[in-house]
């Protein structure tokens, strides 16, 4: 059985659900996504956090604020997900 410290290992296809994380793990968990993402090319990432509260999606945005390969952020139109998941932006890293 595993640990709660072990490793979780999840797929870098360019969509990264928070629903199954602890919110402590979010500051940590996005940029290190972020840069897994960048590594393998991918520039469009969609981070899925919930609509809920609302808090979770402010935590995103403040780490997304931050994080220098940012170019734009914002909510999904359509049936995405709306204001449950924030599509981003990165530029390619040189």
């Given at each position: 059985m595993?640990?709660?410290?072990?490793?979780?290992e999840i797929p870098i296809d360019?969509?990264?659900?928070?629903?199954t994380f602890s919110p402590k793990d979010?500051?940590?968990l996005v940029p290190d996504y972020l840069d897994e993402c960048?590594?393998?090319?991918?520039?469009?990432v969609r981070i899925v956090h919930g609509k809920g509260t609302g808090t979770l999606r402010r935590m995103v945005h403040s780490i997304l604020d931050r994080y220098p390969h940012?170019?734009?952020?914002g909510h999904e139109d359509g049936?995405?997900?709306?204001?449950?998941?924030t599509v981003v932006?990165?530029?390619k890293k040189p």
């Open positions: 595993p640990e709660d410290d072990d490793p979780v360019g969509t990264l659900d928070l629903h979010v500051h940590d960048l590594a393998r090319g991918i520039t469009q940012v170019i734009s952020y049936s995405g997900g709306s204001w449950g998941a932006q990165l530029a």
